[in-house]
């Protein structure tokens, strides 16, 4: 009978593995091509993943609260489209067709958590916690002893380096391991500095996607060697233009017209003429990514961070950037964003103007290089040359902020690129139509 593969998802490029959060499913249900099929999430972003195809559900491999890789087969659906007879063989098959695949998994598993060991604990530790225990020499007795901090009590790999340290009373030094197929590991310093509240302070515990996010920011600061450069502009044109035909727009188009949008398009065409800063770092190697795909930061109700991204924003005019970026950050705040929309970015764009904030310094986004800041637009006094001398005159100036990484990218080349969006923003036409 003809058997679809269903696999985890790529979620992103720097994402390796998801947990699985609910199944709405079972073996031996019949589902349509679209149905809702399970929720997963990753440090960037939980999704819920649809049918590709109709059928039944002869196989599901993993549980929920399991973290399975990137590629990974995580069900099978028969797509013959003789649902009674599948429907009432179902389990039957599907144990038929799959006892290799899950004894092979089941040996693989127990072999990675510890081949010093036989594991008699039905606790789930993920890929990475196993590979800590393994290392640190860790047994089925001491690992009873911990109390996990996870979903459903499912021990992280916070909960382990906390007994380490508790256990060797030093700092543990640990692998981040990828499950991807060949990717090299890289080392990350775990370091806990121990609090005491006191009886009238307030404890909140960190969300999953908090705790991810904390790790995902280290980790960047550990890799990349952050420097940034600012710069002023002058955008007064632009604030001019927008003011003209705003209204026009918002009812033309059932959106309203931001600055952003022009931001975007004269830092895509920067882009274009600075390549290496649309590119990322593989040890060694420079990666110079082709399409331009912008990722843009969207603050949520939760205080946390998604970064959805417009896909070639080179091909797109600001009518096109402008709905995009709507339909993006209206996902996200709904948390209805697809897993395509948060994956593939090769450049990053946060703003900081949204709260009236001027200048900020921003944490590249990984595995770019570069990620760059917008504040608030303000008047200013300022000194404008004209033929009959300097005058001083009221404009709208605005800060861009440029991180970058040091490893590839010099002052120099990073400070023209940002002057040469300062460029394209100040030269804006003013009678554009749109």
Do not use: C
């Not at 002869?58 to 995580?74: A, L, R, S, Y």
């Not at 010093?116 to 007795?141: G, M, V």
């Not at 005491?196 to 909140?204: A, K, L, M, V």
């Not at 929309?341 to 921003?362: M, S, V, Y």
Request: proline share 4%; hydrophobic share 40%; no cysteine.
């Amino acid at each position: 009978m003809p058997l679809f593969e269903l696999k985890m998802p790529k979620l992103g490029e720097s994402i390796t593995q998801a947990t699985i959060i609910k199944w709405f499913v079972k073996e031996g249900d019949y589902v349509n091509e679209d149905d809702s099929l399970l929720d997963i999430a990753t440090d960037k972003v939980d999704s819920e993943i649809p049918s590709p195809v109709s059928g039944v559900v002869t196989k599901i491999f993993f549980k929920e609260n399991d973290v399975v890789p990137v590629g990974e087969i995580i069900a099978l659906i028969d797509t013959s489209g003789n649902t009674n007879e599948v429907r009432a063989s179902a389990v039957k098959k599907s144990v038929e067709d799959s006892t290799e695949i899950k004894e092979e998994k089941n040996e693989r598993i127990t072999s990675e958590f510890n081949t010093e060991q036989t594991l008699k604990s039905s606790r789930f530790y993920s890929p990475l916690a196993r590979q800590i225990i393994k290392n640190e020499k860790i047994s089925i007795e001491e690992l009873d002893t911990i109390q996990g901090s996870g979903i459903n009590g499912r021990v992280t790999k916070k909960d382990i380096i906390a007994f380490l340290e508790r256990r060797k009373g030093i700092t543990v030094q640990t692998a981040s391991v990828s499950a991807g197929a060949g990717s090299a590991s890289s080392d990350e310093i775990i370091k806990a500095t121990p609090v005491q509240p006191s009886e009238e302070d307030q404890i909140i515990e960190m969300d999953r996607i908090r705790k991810l996010t904390a790790e995902h920011m280290i980790r960047s600061k550990q890799v990349s060697a952050h420097v940034t450069n600012i710069l002023e502009t002058d955008v007064t044109g632009i604030v001019n233009w927008r003011n003209k035909i705003k209204n026009e727009f918002e009812k033309r188009e059932g959106i309203k017209l931001t600055y952003l949008p022009v931001i975007i398009e004269a830092a895509v065409k920067a882009l274009k003429e600075f390549p290496l800063l649309n590119a990322s770092v593989d040890g060694t190697r420079i990666i110079l990514k082709k399409k331009i795909n912008v990722g843009v930061a969207v603050a949520l109700e939760d205080t946390n961070l998604i970064v959805p991204v417009i896909k070639n924003a080179d091909m797109l005019n600001i009518t096109g950037l402008a709905k995009e970026l709507n339909r993006l950050a209206e996902s996200a705040r709904k948390n209805s964003l697809k897993p395509d929309d948060i994956q593939g970015g090769t450049f990053t764009i946060t703003n900081f103007g949204t709260f009236r904030n001027t200048i900020g310094t921003p944490i590249i986004n990984q595995p770019q290089v570069a990620i760059l800041g917008v504040g608030v637009i303000e008047k200013k006094p300022s000194v404008l040359e004209t033929p009959d001398g300097d005058v001083i005159a009221i404009r709208h100036k605005m800060f861009l902020s440029l991180t970058y990484d040091h490893r590839i990218i010099n002052g120099a080349y990073a400070g023209a690129w940002l002057r040469k969006v300062a460029d394209y923003l100040e030269s804006f036409d003013q009678s554009r139509k749109i």
